[in-house]
C-alpha cells in the first residue's frame, strides 16, 4: 500500500517503523504481530491481520479454523497442526501459472488472479455459507504472499475477522526445526527388549495410567522392522512437525516414557538431538518368556496371515542377508499355514540376533544402564502390573538415579569433590 502524505496518531504499543508502506502493531504483551496499511489504521476497516502467531489470535484464543491454500500436494507433504486444505490452485494450475509466470510476470499473475477468483467464489458459496460474523480464520500459503493474501483479502471485506500468516508454511517450519534443534532436559525413560515383547503394548498402558509418553511408532505410522508397515508414512516435515508438537506437551520434571527405536523409523528418521538424548536414557529391557513372545508377534502381525504373497515379499528381503534355504523354509511354512512354527523361525534366524548386534554395539558407544522390567505374560492384567512396579521402583532404580540425579544426590557428589 502506498504511503500516506501524513501518517494517522499511532496508539501506544505502536511500533512507529513500517514496511512496504503497511505498519506493524504489537499487542499488550509485545506478541502476535499484527499489520495494517495506514488507510486501513485511519479508517478503521476490517482488515486481515498479519500474525507470526500460529496458534493464538488477536483475542489469545485459538482460531476458528486454520486454512492451508497450497496446493493438495503442498498439504500433503506437511501442514500446520489441524489446518485443513483450501487450495486456490490446483497442482496443475499452480505448475500453469509458475510457468507462464516465468515468461511474463504480469501475464502469469492475470492467469493466476483469474483462477483464484474462480475458486475463492466456490468456498463462499459452500465452506464459508454458514459462517458468523465472530468467525476468526488463519489463513497461510507457503511464504505468506499473493494466494493466502488473495482469501484473507475477501474474508475481510466480507467482515470476517481474517489473519494472515507472515512468512506462510515457512515461518511454521522454521520454527519446528528450531524447537528440535535444542538440547531438551527431558526425563527419558526407555523401553527396550528384543521383537515380540509388547513394548508398545506396555508404553500404552503407561499411558493409560497417566504417565508421559510418546510413540514414536505411532507418529512415525511404522513398526519399525522389515513387517513394520502400518499404511503411509509421512514426509519426514511431517513427522517432525508432530514430533515437536508432541514435545511442547511434556513437562521436563515428570518421567517420559519411549519405546527404544533406532535413528530411522521406515522411511523416516529421528532428528539428532532426540536420538542423541535417547541413547543415554536409562533403559528397562522387557523380559517376556519366548513362547509368549511368538504369541504376542502372531497377534500383532495376525493381518499379514492373510496376505501370504505379500507377507513372502516381505520377507524376501532378508533374503540376500540369510540365504535362499531359510527363505525358502519360511514360504514353505507360510503355505502350510504353520504361523507359530514361522514366526519362531523369524526371532530365532532373525529378530533375535539383529537385537542382540544392535545391544551390543549400542554398549561398546554409550555404556548405558540396563535393568530388567519382568513381564510374565501380554495380558491386560500383566501388563498393567508391569506398570505399577515400574511406578514403585522407578526412582530407586540405578539407571534413572544416575541419568537424573536429585540436588541432594548432586549435592553429595561435590561434597566428595
Given at each position: 500500500?502506498?504511503?500516506?502524505?501524513?501518517?494517522?496518531?499511532?496508539?501506544?504499543?505502536?511500533?512507529?517503523?513500517?514496511?512496504?508502506?503497511?505498519?506493524?502493531?504489537?499487542g499488550?504483551?509485545?506478541?502476535?504481530?499484527?499489520?495494517?496499511?495506514?488507510?486501513?489504521?485511519?479508517?478503521?476497516?476490517?482488515?486481515?491481520?498479519?500474525?507470526?502467531d500460529?496458534?493464538?489470535?488477536?483475542t489469545?484464543?485459538?482460531?476458528?479454523?486454520?486454512l492451508?491454500?497450497?496446493?493438495?500436494?503442498?498439504?500433503?507433504?506437511d501442514?500446520?497442526?489441524?489446518?485443513?486444505?483450501?487450495?486456490?490452485?490446483?497442482?496443475?494450475?499452480?505448475?500453469?501459472?509458475?510457468?507462464?509466470?516465468?515468461?511474463?510476470p504480469f501475464?502469469?499473475?492475470?492467469?493466476?488472479?483469474?483462477?483464484?477468483?474462480?475458486?475463492?467464489?466456490?468456498?463462499?458459496?459452500?465452506h464459508?455459507a454458514e459462517?458468523?460474523?465472530?468467525y476468526?480464520?488463519?489463513?497461510y500459503?507457503w511464504?505468506?504472499?499473493?494466494?493466502?493474501?488473495?482469501?484473507?483479502?475477501?474474508?475481510?471485506?466480507?467482515g470476517?475477522?481474517?489473519?494472515?500468516?507472515?512468512?506462510?508454511?515457512?515461518?511454521?517450519?522454521?520454527?519446528?526445526?528450531e524447537?528440535?534443534?535444542?538440547?531438551?532436559?527431558?526425563?527419558?525413560?526407555?523401553l527396550?527388549?528384543?521383537?515380540?515383547s509388547?513394548?508398545?503394548?506396555?508404553?500404552?498402558?503407561?499411558?493409560?495410567?497417566?504417565?508421559q509418553?510418546?510413540?514414536?511408532?505411532?507418529?512415525?505410522?511404522h513398526r519399525?522392522?522389515?513387517?513394520?508397515?502400518?499404511?503411509?508414512?509421512?514426509?519426514q516435515?511431517?513427522?517432525?512437525?508432530?514430533l515437536?508438537?508432541?514435545?511442547r506437551?511434556?513437562?521436563?520434571?515428570?518421567?517420559?516414557?519411549?519405546?527404544?527405536?533406532s535413528?530411522?523409523?521406515?522411511?523416516?528418521?529421528?532428528?539428532?538431538?532426540?536420538?542423541?538424548a535417547?541413547?543415554?536414557?536409562p533403559?528397562?529391557?522387557?523380559?517376556?518368556?519366548?513362547?509368549?513372545r511368538?504369541?504376542a508377534t502372531l497377534?500383532?502381525?495376525?493381518?499379514?496371515?492373510?496376505?501370504p504373497?505379500?507377507?513372502k515379499?516381505l520377507?524376501?528381503?532378508?533374503?540376500?542377508?540369510?540365504?535362499?534355504k531359510?527363505?525358502c523354509?519360511?514360504?514353505?511354512?507360510?503355505?502350510?499355514?504353520?504361523w507359530?512354527?514361522?514366526?519362531?523361525?523369524l526371532?530365532?534366524?532373525?529378530y533375535?540376533?539383529?537385537?542382540?548386534?544392535?545391544?551390543?554395539a549400542h554398549?561398546e558407544?554409550?555404556?548405558?544402564?540396563?535393568e530388567?522390567?519382568?513381564l510374565?505374560?501380554?495380558?491386560?492384567?500383566?501388563?498393567?502390573?508391569?506398570?505399577v512396579?515400574?511406578?514403585?521402583?522407578?526412582?530407586?532404580?540405578?539407571?534413572y538415579?544416575?541419568?537424573?540425579?536429585?540436588h541432594e544426590?548432586?549435592?553429595?557428589?561435590e561434597?566428595?569433590?
Open positions: 500500500f502506498p504511503l500516506p502524505s501524513a501518517l494517522p496518531r499511532l496508539p501506544p504499543r505502536a511500533c512507529t517503523s513500517h514496511r512496504g508502506g503497511a505498519l506493524r502493531l504489537v499488550a504483551e509485545g506478541r502476535g504481530m499484527a499489520k495494517m496499511s495506514p488507510e486501513q489504521w485511519a479508517k478503521g476497516k476490517n482488515a486481515p491481520v498479519l500474525t507470526a500460529w496458534r493464538f489470535g488477536e489469545g484464543q485459538p482460531y476458528c479454523e486454520i492451508d491454500v497450497r496446493t493438495p500436494a503442498e498439504f500433503a507433504e501442514h500446520l497442526p489441524g489446518a485443513i486444505n483450501l487450495p486456490v490452485l490446483s497442482n496443475d494450475q499452480r505448475v500453469l501459472v509458475g510457468t507462464m509466470y516465468a515468461s511474463s501475464e502469469g499473475r492475470k492467469l493466476g488472479a483469474g483462477l483464484i477468483m474462480e475458486t475463492l467464489s466456490g468456498y463462499l458459496k459452500e464459508f459462517k458468523g460474523k465472530d476468526r480464520p488463519l489463513v500459503c511464504r505468506g504472499g499473493q494466494r493466502s493474501g488473495s482469501l484473507a483479502h475477501v474474508l475481510s471485506e466480507v470476517f475477522r481474517s489473519s494472515k500468516l507472515d512468512g506462510g508454511y515457512k515461518t511454521y517450519r522454521a520454527e519446528v526445526q524447537y528440535l534443534k535444542r538440547d531438551h532436559k527431558y526425563r527419558w525413560c526407555m527396550s527388549g528384543p521383537t515380540g509388547c513394548k508398545t503394548r506396555l508404553l500404552k498402558r503407561f499411558g493409560a495410567a497417566g504417565h509418553v510418546i510413540d514414536l511408532e505411532g507418529l512415525a505410522n519399525g522392522s522389515v513387517l513394520g508397515g502400518m499404511g503411509d508414512q509421512p514426509s516435515k511431517a513427522f517432525e512437525g508432530t515437536a508438537w508432541a514435545l506437551d511434556i513437562d521436563p520434571t515428570r518421567p517420559v516414557w519411549v519405546e527404544s527405536e535413528a530411522n523409523i521406515g522411511s523416516v528418521q529421528l532428528p539428532y538431538k532426540v536420538i542423541d535417547l541413547r543415554k536414557a533403559r528397562f529391557e522387557v523380559a517376556l518368556p519366548f513362547e509368549r511368538v504369541a497377534d500383532e502381525y495376525e493381518g499379514l496371515t492373510q496376505q504373497e505379500h507377507l515379499a520377507l524376501s528381503k532378508l533374503k540376500r542377508f540369510l540365504g535362499a531359510i527363505f523354509e519360511w514360504e514353505k511354512l507360510i503355505d502350510e499355514g504353520r507359530e512354527e514361522l514366526v519362531a523361525d526371532l530365532v534366524q532373525h533375535d540376533p539383529s537385537y542382540s548386534r544392535s545391544q551390543a554398549r558407544k554409550h555404556n548405558p544402564l540396563v530388567k522390567l519382568p510374565p505374560d501380554w495380558d491386560e492384567k500383566s501388563l498393567d502390573e508391569a506398570v512396579f515400574m511406578e514403585t521402583h522407578l526412582q530407586d532404580s540405578e539407571g538415579r544416575a541419568a537424573y540425579p536429585t544426590a548432586l549435592a553429595e557428589a561434597a566428595r569433590l
